[in-house]
């Protein structure tokens, strides 16, 4: 793994930490503290890298949550194990309501390494309809490797 891999990762890991205590803070004040502990917790343990499995499940659960604040942060989580069974559902957060979902989605599909997932975010770069979701799209595409990309 090369040196630049290794900061984008670090920096990736206190990202999806700082989402987390910030969507957690948003939910207190909200009073969604007590609804759902677990998917939280969950939500931590992938951050942390604690249970995989439950945080998995719970990062996954939380690409359908109401708050796109809250499939963001599950989208950071999925993006930093970027694991293949992953990438349908980073791919339908692709297509999600809100634009700051769908240009999280995009830096979080170019780490999966794959040409389906850069292919995906050349549609976002040239198609979306926010300007804010083709501008992280192309930034993402930049950042990586794959020949599609250029």
């Known amino acids: 793994m090369s040196k630049r891999t290794k900061q984008i990762l670090a920096v990736a890991a206190v990202l999806a930490?700082?989402?987390?205590?910030?969507?957690?803070?948003r939910n207190r004040s909200a009073g969604f503290d007590s609804a759902n502990p677990n998917r939280r917790q969950a939500l931590r343990d992938v951050a942390s890298g604690s249970?995989?499995?439950a945080a998995r499940a719970a990062a996954l659960a939380s690409l359908n949550h109401a708050d796109p604040d809250v499939r963001t942060t599950a989208l950071v989580m999925?993006?930093?194990?970027?694991?293949?069974?992953d990438l349908p559902h980073v791919q339908r957060a692709s297509a999600d309501a809100d634009p700051r979902v769908r240009a999280v989605a995009s830096s979080t599909l170019v780490r999966f390494g794959s040409h389906e997932a850069v292919e995906t975010v050349c549609d976002l770069a040239v198609n979306d309809e926010s300007a804010h979701v083709r501008h992280a799209a192309f930034r993402a595409l930049?950042?990586?490797?794959?020949?599609i990309a250029r």
């Open 51 to 53: 249970d995989k499995q």
């Open 142 to 147: 930049a950042a990586t490797d794959d020949p």
């Open 78 to 85: 999925l993006g930093q194990k970027h694991d293949a069974e």
């Open 17 to 25: 930490i700082v989402l987390v205590i910030v969507v957690t803070a």
